[in-house]
């Protein structure tokens, strides 16, 4: 199969056009309210004038520069270019403030290029097995699947445990409305047409973090003040900086790959629920949420050893592992490819080319993107007078760009005045995106099993896999539970005894 396939990749074409889609995918991934789903859908009538495996490493590189290109700007901005990318910001951004910009998004490239790589062996080695056993998921398994993300509420916010889970309950509340998907009832919907679908995921993200950040810039007293970081490209060795943790790139890419073949789970949940295992089994010392090192190698690799994964379900069965392989599936079917269990037997070569080209997107990611570092850490150098109408431009045109809706854009201005609330009150802004992200899958798949079950909630334990998914929620909450009182006794014992005088 990869024999075969070696032969549609092995030319200046298909390297040419690989190397565009990631420089393509970066910058859509980079700027706020785009992604790699948007550069897909307005580069696919182009991508499509090709023979299939150039047509897809071309889109396919596209997803991968994407997936990592939303880590740039929530390093540099503290704004996730991507939802993908939203875990980034805990750690990104403090290593950024703390001056070691260069180093975040070389650390984010190298992560995301070994992540990838690792989901691409997974997709090479495992793909049918792995296939057979997402094919075994029904409602139980990805109810549980979505409270698993949800218990990334309790790790990211764990200064303030109760003002997470406050504001991760506000996004389960958000998430309701809209249409129902049983009933065809119309919830919270305001008589608002606009809101039958309800609110878009894209004008939360850039309203709670990019509109709430550019109106807290505004309020300081240096918007004409031009920073004086160096630029830098932060090199190759950024790569050992990221085998440094070794442990947790190989622990973070398996739980990408493994969330990315379950259709319709995504890199979001796969990014936080990495995020949230390392952070649990860190040690007090590397300070996450201040700039650890981990956290970014944690969210980076598995957001997009996620794209390998989904890549599994995607051409083995024909079902999207999320939006941008639903996408792609369109493309194979545009170009006179069926993805599904025929497809390995008969065009066992084109699949050996997506394969390769693949591996070859992920190798390239790394070397192209250190060599355009600079680039993207030169958005410090700007002055806030350029910067904010620069970025709020950018958000405005990105999100109207997703849905083509004035209303999506008030939904990103209101959602800024909730995040300049949240932040005022001391409320992370984190879980409220990851209730409204995991709220449909949750309580779309717990009323599904419901309905399937004779005995109520005993669906959850009767079978094998939801069995062992509750084990693991179970014991992910007692280790995050644990190692909060840990940190929290460690922290009492190291304040200074008062001095009495």
Known sequence: MLLGGLGLVSSFSTAALVGAGLIIGLFVGALPGLGPLMGIILLLPYAITFPPVQAMGFLIAIYVGGSCGGAISA?????????????????????????????????????????????????????????????????????????????????????????GLIAGTAGLLLATAGTDEFTAAERFTFGLFEMSDGFN??????????????????????????????????????????????PNLLRSSSIGAFIGALPGAGGVISSFTAYAVAKTFSRADERYGEGAEGGIVASESANNATAGGALVPTLALGIPGDAVTAVLIGALLILGIFPGPTLFAQHSDIVGGIFLVYMLANIALFVVGILLTPLFVYVLRLR??????????????????????????????????????????????????????????????????????????????????????????????????????????????????????
């Not at 990104?92 to 062996?121: E, H």
């Not at 709670?208 to 004409?224: C, H, K, Q, V, Y």
């Not at 009182?485 to 460690?490: G, I, N, S, V």
Request: aromatic share 8%; charged share 10%; hydrophobic share 55%.
């Open 201 to 246: 995921i894209v004008a939360i993200v850039v309203g709670l973090f990019a509109i709430s950040e550019m109106s807290n810039l505004l309020t300081g007293n240096d918007l004409l003040d031009r920073p004086t970081l160096s630029i830098a490209r932060p090199g190759f060795r950024t790569v050992l900086l990221v085998l440094r943790h070794w």
């Open 384 to 501: 806030k007078l350029v910067l904010i109408p620069t970025v709020l431009l950018m958000c405005a045109i990105g999100t109207y760009a997703v849905g083509s809706s004035i209303f999506d854009l008030w939904v990103m201005f209101a959602f800024g005045i909730v995040g300049l609330i949240l932040r005022a009150g001391g409320y992370p802004l984190a879980p409220m995106v990851i209730g409204v992200i995991l709220g449909p899958l949750l309580e779309n798949n717990v009323r599904r099993a419901l309905l399937l079950s004779h005995d109520g909630l005993r669906i959850f334990i009767d079978r094998p896999v939801s069995a062992t998914l509750v084990f693991i929620n179970a014991a992910l909450l007692l280790c995050v539970f644990f190692f909060t009182l840990r940190r929290h006794f460690a922290g009492r014992r190291s304040k200074p005894l008062p001095v009495n005088t």
């Open 75 to 163: 390093i540099l901005l503290r704004i996730p270019g991507t939802p993908l990318a939203a875990a980034t910001l805990f750690d990104g951004y403090p290593m950024a403030q703390n001056g070691r910009a260069a180093d975040a998004i070389g650390i984010a490239i190298s992560a995301s290029a070994l992540g990838g790589a690792f989901g691409g062996l997974i997709l090479i080695l495992f793909s049918p097995s792995i296939a057979a056993f997402a094919a075994g998921f029904g409602p139980p398994e990805y109810a549980l699947l979505a409270i698993t993300g949800l218990t990334a509420i309790a790790a990211v916010s764990d200064q303030s445990m109760l003002k």
